[in-house]
């Protein structure tokens, strides 16, 4: 009997991983490839590298380094200058954890509106489905993360209140 062989298909689970980590500059500047949350995961712990961030916000089309985007990752604009300094040195594991969320949302926001642009857009703007917040906003804390998923969740299926 023979057997079948299974062709890998990208899961979304690693298609929606590879989509955060080209935002932070892909395998050349996180120094490996992540082929599952696990590996985002143990990479997080160590601090993404420097770069990882400078990476994200030279890419930015709409946002700049505005007082909402520093709240989203938890980093001050001077903070981040000093960081230039030292491009060899990891974030710490909380920077790399809100500045992986922050590219996570907007790899889905990208994803649901059609284009990183319209996302950035989006993110800046307020929103009914968020009391008239602007998600950008919400991105500072824990539960508003979560209101910022689930909003998005709810945008990509269609239902908006």
């Known amino acids: 009997m023979a057997e ?19 935002l932070l500059g892909g395998s050349r500047i996180l120094r490996r490839k992540l082929k599952n949350p696990l590996d985002a995961h143990e990479m997080l712990l160590q601090g993404l590298p420097g770069k990882a961030l400078s990476h994200l916000i030279h890419n930015l089309v709409v946002l700049g380094r505005t007082g909402a985007f520093e709240k989203a990752v938890g980093m001050s604009l001077r903070t981040f200058q000093r960081r230039k300094d030292a491009p060899g040195k990891p974030l710490s594991q909380e920077q790399s954890g809100r500045t992986w969320k922050f590219a996570e949302i907007l790899a889905k926001a990208t994803a649901v509106l059609g284009s990183q642009e319209e996302a950035e857009q989006w993110l800046e703007r307020p929103a009914m489905g968020l009391n008239q917040r602007r998600p950008i906003d919400l991105l500072a804390t824990p539960a508003g993360v979560e209101m910022v998923e689930d909003f998005l969740e709810r945008l990509e299926y269609g239902v908006y209140v």
Do not use: K, N, W, Y
């Open 4 to 22: 079948l062989i299974e062709h890998e298909t990208p899961t979304s689970e690693a298609v929606e991983l590879q989509r955060v980590a080209d």
